[in-house]
């Protein structure tokens, strides 16, 4: 499995932005995708997830409410909407499959990985 995460970029405080991670290869018929954050000297954290077959959805506290997770299944890509930005959102983003479909925020239940897309949040 090949995920291709974009959309990242630099915006000010309150602002939005929209990540996508278009997936290919064998993911199987249910897994999950999920999306990780990881800024400068603090361990990788998880931000949202999205369950393929059933479309339900899950979230990290700090996010809900402002971040939306979203997919289309004919072009096989994630989506992550993020609005209300905060400076502390800053952090590259990571979209990531759990094949096993564990439906967990672990980030060792993820097995492929995307190469990171970064988010820049201004003051």
């Known amino acids: 499995v090949q995920l291709q995460a974009s959309g990242g970029g630099l915006v000010q405080a309150g602002g939005s932005l929209r990540l996508s991670c278009a997936a290919s290869?064998?993911?199987?018929?249910?897994?999950?995708m999920g999306w990780f954050r990881q800024a400068p000297g603090t361990e990788r954290e998880f931000v949202a997830a999205i369950r393929w077959r059933s479309g339900s959805t899950f979230y990290a506290d700090s996010v809900k409410g402002r971040f939306t997770i979203s997919r289309d299944n004919a072009k096989n890509t994630v989506y992550l909407q993020m609005n209300s930005l905060k400076p502390e959102d800053t952090a590259v983003y990571y979209c990531a499959v759990d094949s096993a479909n564990t439906g967990s925020s672990w980030l060792e239940e993820y097995d492929y990985w995307g190469q990171g897309t970064q988010v820049t949040v201004s003051s």
């Open positions: 290869g064998r993911t199987g018929r249910s897994y999950v």
